[in-house]
């Protein structure tokens, strides 16, 4: 059983920092792009930053020099370094998957999310 688990979300003050992490487990045969999605409350879930296993990257406009993502594809981990946050960027971020699991077909997995809130 395949499974995406996240960790490093919590409570910071407008400009500070938080690294949110993704570990993949499970029997994985190959990964593909992984990325990052945010939720706030009353809003659609929308696509924050991607990766593919090239190491190509995607950003929305609203995070383009705050955030950083990066991938080990050796051990199936995905991170996300926010910097300058601001109380916009509080939300529930979803770790993100593509991939294939030993014996099955590309499919999307998603982590459980983690709480994100920037505020004084």
């Known amino acids: 059983q395949v499974q995406l688990v996240e960790s490093g979300g919590g409570l910071v003050q407008p400009g500070g920092s938080l690294r949110l992490s993704c570990a993949a487990s499970g029997s994985i045969f190959s990964m593909n792009f992984m990325g990052w999605y945010r939720q706030a409350p009353g809003k659609e879930r929308e696509l924050v930053t991607r990766?593919?296993?090239?190491?190509?990257?995607y950003y929305v406009d609203s995070v383009k020099g705050r955030f950083t993502i990066s991938r080990d594809n050796t051990k199936n981990t995905l991170d996300l370094q926010m910097n300058s946050l601001k109380p916009e960027d509080t939300a529930v971020y979803y770790c993100?998957?593509?991939?294939?699991?030993?014996?099955?077909?590309?499919?999307?997995?998603w982590g459980q999310g983690t709480q994100v809130t920037v505020s004084s």
């Open positions: 993100h998957a593509n991939l294939r699991p030993t014996g099955s077909y590309y499919s999307d997995y």
């Open positions: 990766i593919t296993s090239g190491g190509n990257t």
